[in-house]
Nanobody
């Protein structure tokens, strides 16, 4: 019954901003984050954040994007500033936890499309 529901994607001009949201159902996940995938490209890490607030960013977005989470709402956000055309992709929410017997659980949202025009 785990679902990750993304919102906030859209079309924006270069230099503009968007904020993506991902609302998770169920448990609090140890790690949540965002990946993106452009047509014909591999899915790539954008940013992750742990349940204690430790974050990690791809070099390409450092200084421009900020990931945050609200554990009370079980929601993760990605504030994207100074957007570039190369940021154009489908952005996928990601959630990870380890359960009993060291079983690893990974979940993905359906994706939200971000298009940055020049």
């Amino acid at each position: 019954q785990v679902q990750l529901v993304e919102s906030g994607g859209g079309l924006v001009q270069a230099g503009g901003s968007l904020r993506l949201s991902c609302a998770a159902s169920g448990r609090i996940f140890s790690t949540m984050g965002w990946y993106h995938q452009a047509p014909g490209k591999q899915r790539e890490l954008v940013a992750t954040i742990t349940d204690d607030g430790s974050s990690n960013y791809a070099d390409s977005v450092k200084g421009r994007f900020t990931i945050s989470r609200d554990n009370a709402k079980n929601t993760v956000y990605l504030q994207m500033n100074s957007l570039k055309p190369e940021d154009t992709a489908v952005y996928y929410c990601y959630a990870y936890s380890v359960g009993r017997w060291s079983l690893k659980y990974e979940y993905w949202g359906q994706g939200t499309r971000v298009t940055v025009s020049s």
